[in-house]
């Protein structure tokens, strides 16, 4: 049967990707809706929807229903103000392309409540999916940073929208049972997308069972703020699985990283500060992170399971590392803040941290902390159990 292709034409200005730091003004004009007819709709005969706006803007609140299948066509940002829910089991389709992708903008809320057996799922419209094909999803919220100070803001690398401020528990809404796939996208040739970007984003929102699955940049990514995130799984991310800077300082509870054969970088990209910009506050990332497994399965593997660095700082227990050159790696890269005294002042710890085919175990600069200052609990890691709180939901799992 004929499918509907409903054009939303929620109008403001049009958001370009791109490393400026100036931020887009948003100027309202209309909420029309526009509907036309498609006779090649590719979903089964049920309604396909495009999601992207003229103008890139959604300025009213928004409900997508499972029933109907969505489509992503450029920079589609959610405004201030604005809510848009997802229903279980909802599809979300993006035309090729690094411009697109979905951003929720400061005082704007996502709620996406999937469940094990509807997860809400973001991918490629292509025949032939592959990694790099569109942007993804961004959170953008108004928790701390160090890169600024009190209620100031920096820009995001993608969209140039602004995020961070001074509210701990800023609330962007809900992300459950939501998987990203074939994101990370590099708009302009270099700013770079990840499956998931927190920009600032507060404790008050809730981050559970999320994947991000084949990405040609990061998986998730952190820039700041406090949000907490559970059951948080990466897959064939090309770049880093898991990455923070900018003073992050949430928690991270029951994460699983697969890195195929020759594929990704560092599981754990572990930064206290961007060191683009200067550490404003004299902050330092501080996580707390706890039941974790990484897993390589590359032969010959280079990259680290923990690239620690940027002076970072962070509380990290129950960890299984199979199959990685380097499992932990402390690096005094900026000779200002070194990473290692972290060590000695007990402001970075491992806790019960178990090596399975590790070359080597840990790499500390600066020759004062040695392997037994950083691990206790050599051996008694065991990991997350990704069987249990992944069935259902979840792809490309062992």
């Not at 820039?223 to 897959?235: C, E, Q, R």
Request: net charge negative.
């Amino acid at each position: 049967m004929k499918s509907k292709l409903l054009v939303l034409g929620i109008v403001a200005s049009a958001f370009i990707a791109c490393e400026s730091d100036d931020t887009a003004d948003i100027i309202i004009n209309d909420n029309s809706v526009t509907t036309t007819n498609n006779t090649t709709g590719n979903n089964g005969g049920n309604e396909t929807v495009i999601l992207t706006p003229a103008s890139g803007s959604i300025t009213e609140n928004l409900t997508l229903e499972a029933d109907t299948e969505y489509l992503l066509t450029g920079a589609t940002i959610v405004s201030s103000g604005t809510t848009l829910t997802i229903e279980p089991g909802t599809v979300i389709k993006a035309e090729a392309g690094p411009n697109v992708y979905l951003a929720i903008e400061q005082g704007a809320q996502i709620l996406a409540n999937g469940t094990p057996s509807n997860p809400i799922v973001f991918t490629s419209n292509s025949s032939a999916p592959a990694a790099g094909d569109w942007g993804g999803i961004i959170l953008l919220g108004r928790a701390p940073l160090n890169s600024v100070t009190g209620t100031s803001t920096s820009t995001s690398e993608i969209g140039n929208l602004p995020y961070g401020g001074n509210i701990a528990d800023d609330n962007s809404g809900v992300l459950r049972y939501v998987r990203v796939q074939y994101s990370g996208g590099a708009a302009d040739g270099q700013s770079e997308n990840n499956g998931f970007s927190f920009y600032g984003v507060g404790s008050g929102t809730t981050i559970e069972y999320i994947q991000a699955f084949v990405g040609a940049d990061d998986g998730v990514e952190f820039f700041g703020g406090t949000v907490n995130a559970s059951f948080v799984a990466v897959v064939n991310a090309e770049d880093d699985s898991i990455d923070w800077t900018e003073g992050y300082s949430g928690t991270i509870s029951n994460a699983y990283v697969l890195q195929g054969s020759g594929i990704g970088d560092e599981a754990f990209e572990c930064d206290g500060f961007n060191t683009d910009f200067t550490n404003a506050t004299g902050t330092f990332s501080n996580p707390t992170v706890t039941n974790v497994t990484i897993e390589s399965e590359s032969s010959n593997d280079s990259t680290r399971g923990f690239l620690l660095r940027a002076g970072t700082q962070g509380t990290f227990s129950n960890v299984l590392i199979i199959g990685k050159d380097t499992g932990i790696s402390v690096d005094d890269d900026e000779e200002s803040t070194p990473t290692s005294q972290n060590i000695a002042d007990d402001t970075l710890t491992f806790t019960d941290v178990t090596f399975t085919n590790v070359t080597t175990k840990t790499a500390i600069d600066g020759g004062v902390s040695t392997e037994a200052d950083l691990v206790t609990g050599d051996g008694n890691g065991t990991g997350t159990n990704i069987t249990s709180w992944g069935a259902g939901w979840t792809v490309g799992i062992n």
